[in-house]
């Protein structure tokens, strides 16, 4: 089975002026429909730039970007857009809600260019609002809803195309723990349910650890790619601390 | 994305900024009135001069004495014995009407009025198909007596005798006592001028009051209007014969037509361009504003592209918010144009005329600015990096 992304040995260079900065060094993964990544480093590590790579927002200067089996260095902008739309979920670092639009306007937009009717496309939001617990907030501006709440808002916008790769910078970043736990156990349960691969971008540590596959990445490398024994079937709640998890490690 | 999609989010972003659209719009739609305006005028123009052409008739031919060019009034050496002579070469004396014409004071009681006085021949009436209200025209028997009997053009008439009927009264003109014989009926305005300003006496009484033997000039009703040109090179002839040192010019209606046509173009174009310039204007505050409305919302296209918005989709949401600013500039200016076209046919002498097309045209112009002037800007905001986009604050 085409696995949902392979990244072969790409690189994104950019330029500033006469000088180029380099945010990926050739990195290689693959991505498998089902899997749940974690992908932590030190700030400024390449950790966003390669996730935007991956859902196919940018491409590499060099190397290779496969989703869906389509390279997409040889894709048109249009075509791009269009795997952005129906095959990739996006949660932003910062949430990039609209700011005069309600949270289910919002949640629908992606909707919007697949041609959706505008009846229709309220009703998907819906449903995908009442999914992250927010059917009570449908008319509310962003504005009017709390971190957490906005945070919901953009997974429910990630999900309303039924997309087969979620993609997460920092979606607990600015959360209190316990709203942050519940929206992972949201993704963890989108991913076990409905084998969406998943990968969170992240630099906290319990949320890093329920991942079964941690990415760790220093100056544009990936410097580790562990997959942990997973005993949390055996644990039962999903949940297994990063101290007690052991991990056969590639790097 | 469908059409209708652009223009409910190009609604709503024009909405949210009020003040600037408003301003926008102001400035299309004074564009696209003053070209409405201009329109009006230059085809109400066009009307009355066709208008006027179509009541003369094409087969009237109009004897002048000098060159035809334009700025160069020439003192006519024409005299009655010349009048005689056309009418032979034209086969009908009947055919041949004769002017001469001044400025003169006309008084009855206390009233007086300054007009023109034209000396006619009897037969003015028929070759210029002249319309009576009241009383008769001036006779063959006035004319070869040189009776003193005038007939009033409509405003004269009012000017002179208000209600009162004023056949059988007397009138003076330039000191003379005169007789009313008739009264025209009414022509109304023509390009700015009152044809109802005017009186005619008899051609030889005419002379001897203004203490002259010239007629001004000749009008031919030809038989036939294919043998128009042929008849006026005859006519021409005869005319340059008999008066070895003078020019003398023929102009048909059609003639007349096409150079006030040729006239009314360059105006119009003139003008046109004056407005052509004030939508130039408009456009490039257009283009303006669609730039700072694609840097104000670069997150937004940033995200839009990041959910699955096409680059075509991008721009034509923009191409949208600009051809609805431009849209609305142009229906508030249809409406200005028409309120404007109404006060200049009302306030003013130009004849103005509002037609379907002229309304199309108006918005199909600003229509078309917006599509033009929105073109750079959508481009713009549908090349946006979505990554960069995201970026900036
Ligand atoms: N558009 C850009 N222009 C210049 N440098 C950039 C740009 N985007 C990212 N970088 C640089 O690339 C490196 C990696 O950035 P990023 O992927 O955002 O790191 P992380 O998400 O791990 O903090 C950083 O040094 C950053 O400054
Ligand atoms: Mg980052």
């Known amino acids: ?251 | 994305m469908r059409i209708g999609e652009a223009v409910r989010v190009a609604v709503g972003a024009l909405v949210a900024a009020r003040l600037r659209t408003a301003l926008t719009v102001l400035g299309v739609t004074v564009g696209v009135s003053s070209v409405m305006v201009l329109i009006a005028i230059g085809d109400g123009t066009r009307r009355e001069v066709a208008g006027r052409v179509d009541e003369l008739g094409s087969n009237l031919l109009l004897v002048v004495p000098g060159k035809m060019e334009i700025g160069m009034p020439t003192v006519s050496r024409m005299q009655l014995s010349d009048v005689a002579a056309v009418g032979r070469v034209v086969g009908d004396p009947d055919r041949v009407a004769a002017t001469v014409a001044s400025g003169e004071m006309v008084q009855a009681g206390t009233a007086k009025t300054f007009t023109t006085v034209a000396g006619v021949l009897e037969n003015n009436r028929t070759v210029l198909v002249r319309q009576l209200a009241r009383g008769a025209y001036l006779s063959r028997a006035d004319v070869d007596s040189a009776r003193r009997v005038a007939v009033l053009g409509a405003t004269v008439a009012r000017v002179l005798y208000g209600d009162t009927d004023p056949v059988g009264r007397q009138v003076t003109v330039a000191g003379v006592r005169f007789r009313v014989a008739g009264v025209f009926a009414p022509l109304g305005q023509s390009l700015g001028v009152d044809r109802d300003d005017e009186v005619h006496i008899p051609l030889t009484t005419a002379q001897r009051l203004f203490a002259t033997t010239r007629v001004d000039g000749l009008a031919v009703r030809a038989a036939d209007p294919a043998g128009m040109a042929a008849l006026g090179d005859r006519i021409v002839a005869e005319l340059a014969e008999r008066h070895p040192d003078s020019a003398f010019s023929v102009v048909t209606q059609d003639q007349i037509l096409s150079v006030l046509g040729d006239i009314l173009d360059v105006l119009t174009g003139v003008l046109g361009a004056t407005a052509g310039i004030s939508l130039l204007v408009s456009g490039v505050g257009v283009a303006n504003i669609m730039l700072v409305s694609v840097r104000e919302r670069t997150r937004e296209i940033g995200l839009r592209k990041a959910v699955g918005a096409r680059p075509a989709d991008i721009g034509a949401q923009f191409l949208a918010e600009a051809v609805l600013l431009t849209s609305v500039g142009g229906v508030l200016g249809i409406a200005l144009g028409a309120g404007t076209t109404l006060a200049v046919e009302r306030l003013t002498p130009l004849p103005t005329l509002l037609t379907a097309w002229s309304v199309a045209l108006s918005f199909g112009v600003a229509a078309t600015v917006g599509l033009l002037f929105g073109t750079l800007p959508a481009l713009r905001a549908a090349r946006l990096d979505p990554v960069h986009a995201l970026r900036t604050e």
Do not use: C, W
């Open chain 1, 1 to 251: 089975m085409t696995p949902a992304i392979e990244v072969r040995q790409a690189t994104r260079e950019h330029r500033v002026g006469q000088t180029a900065v380099v945010a990926l060094r050739g990195v290689s993964l693959t991505l498998h429909r089902g899997e749940h990544v974690a992908v932590v480093g030190p700030s400024g590590s390449g950790k966003s730039t390669l996730l935007q790579l991956l859902g196919g927002l940018d491409r590499p200067t060099a190397g290779s970007v496969l989703i869906d089996g389509q390279d997409t260095a040889e894709l048109p902008q249009a075509e791009l857009a269009r795997i952005r739309n129906r095959v990739v979920g996006f949660v932003f670092q910062g949430f990039h809600l609209q700011p005069r639009a309600s949270a289910l306007d919002n949640v629908a937009l992606p909707l919007v260019y697949q041609g959706v009717r505008r009846a229709e496309r309220r009703r998907r939001a819906a449903d995908l609002l009442d999914r992250v617990g927010l059917a009570d907030r449908a008319r509310h501006l962003p504005g009017q809803l709390s971190g957490g709440e906005q945070q919901r808002v953009a997974v429910a916008r990630a999900l309303v195309t039924g997309p087969t790769v979620l993609l997460a910078d920092e979606p607990t970043g600015n959360l209190d723990s316990v709203t942050g736990e519940r929206l992972l156990d949201l993704l963890a349960g989108l991913n076990a349910e409905h084998r969406v691969a998943l990968a969170i971008v992240t630099h906290d540590h319990e949320v890093a650890a329920r991942a079964r596959r941690q990415i760790v990445m220093r100056d544009g490398r990936i410097v580790s790619d562990s997959h942990i024994v997973s005993d949390s079937r055996i644990a039962g709640d999903g949940r297994i601390a990063g101290d007690t998890a052991r991990r056969t490690g590639r790097a």
